[in-house]
Every structure is written in C-alpha cells, then in structure tokens.
C-alpha cells in the first residue's frame, strides 16, 4: 500500500488567494495523488486545472459546523454534483448524533438517496473538543445507522488523533472506513496511525511525505 493512496489533500482555507489555490493544484499535476478537497466555491476551477490527471475532486457540505438543516444539506449536495464533484465530505454536528437521533435518522435516509442518485458521500465530524464517552457514543451510532466512511477532526495533533483513532476502530466497527484530518504526518506516523485503526488520512500540506513510500498492511 502506497501513501498516495491513503491520502486526501484538504485545501479548504476560505481565505486562500486564487493565484496560490492555482499554484498548489498545478504543482499537483505530476504528484501520485489519489484525491483532494476543495472548497465548493474552488470546486469548477479545481476541476479545470486538473483535468488531465486522475486526481479525484470532492468539496465540503455544510462545513465547518454541519449546522444546517436537512433541506439546505440536500440542495447543497444536489448543487455540489451538479459541479462535477467526484465525492462529497458532509458535515454533521455532534449534536445531531447525541441528543437528536431521530434528526441523524432521517438525515441518514435522505443521504443514502441522495448518495443512490448521484454518488459517494462521506459523513465527517469534528471530534477535538469532544469528551471521550461522546466519542464513543458518536461512534456507536454512526455504526447503528450504518454510515460505511467517517471523518474525524481538522488538523488534530498527532496523539489526539491516535486516540481517536482506537476508540472509533474500536466502538464503530471494521464497516466504517475511517479517515483522520491532521495538518500534517510523516509516513512513519501514517504506519502508527493505521496500527490504531485508521484507513486514510486528510492533510493540509504534503510536506514531510513521500508519496511513493511502501507501507506494511495489516
């Protein structure tokens, strides 16, 4: 297994110039990158300026907080494939999960409709100021409506990800694919991590990564 294929670059600063979001994708282009996200905003240029690679293009919905209603998750969704989007990363509040689960329910049935008609979408929560048995009932409700790809954090810190890394593996189940987001990871770290129960990670810089590097399967 090659790190580029666990690997999802995240280029969603809002607060990004054009010519810098240009210059990072073309410097993509000659990269083994299996995939990126991108704001929705950036969503068509990505398409345009990678277009000659096999670099799969997803954006964000409802992100950073997953807030929204149901209804403006949907449209959101709908709007983003209609852009061309390979895969799209929902967001969905803690809360949600917690105390409203016949909300997560009926979110649930939508996006696997919405998923059926158009394509892959991946559930993603912000799990760093959680307490732990949140965390674990988070998990086990994700595992109880059958969500199969779960994304924890934003540039967590490499301990805080390891963590969460075993709880999640542990009270969600093998079923659910599991990606941490750090900022960055070294591929030594990366082997730690998929030890823990990780199958792929989301980063914000390619620095101090070999995408070429071998590592072991378990």
Do not use: C
């Not at 998929?194 to 390619?206: E, K, N, P, Q, R």
Request: negative net charge; aromatic residues 6%.
């Amino acid at each position: 297994m090659k790190v580029s294929e666990i690997i999802s670059l995240r280029l969603v600063d809002p607060t990004i110039t054009d010519w810098d979001f240009k210059d990072q994708l073309l410097s993509l282009q000659n990269k083994p990158l299996k995939e990126i996200v991108v704001l929705p905003n950036h969503l068509e240029r990505a398409k345009q300026l990678l277009a000659k690679t096999s670099i799969e293009i997803g954006t964000v919905i409802d992100y950073p907080l997953g807030n929204g209603t149901i209804a403006k998750k949907a449209f959101e969704v709908g709007k983003a494939f209609q852009s061309g989007a390979d895969f799209l990363e929902i967001t969905v509040s803690p809360t949600m999960l917690i105390q409203q689960s016949a909300k997560a329910k009926e979110l649930n049935k939508t996006l696997q409709s919405l998923a059926m008609a158009w394509g892959e979408i991946r559930l993603r929560i912000d799990s760093r100021n959680l307490k732990e048995l949140q965390k674990i009932e988070i998990a086990q409700q994700i595992k109880e409506l059958g969500w199969h790809h779960l994304i924890l954090g934003e540039g967590d810190s490499f301990d805080n990800a390891k963590h969460d890394a075993t709880i999640f593996d542990y009270d969600a189940g093998k079923t659910v694919k599991l990606q941490i987001n750090l900022t960055s990871v070294t591929s030594e770290q990366l082997q730690e991590l998929i030890l823990s129960g990780a199958d792929s990670f989301g980063v914000l810089t390619l620095a101090n990564l070999d995408l070429t590097a071998e590592l072991r399967e378990f």
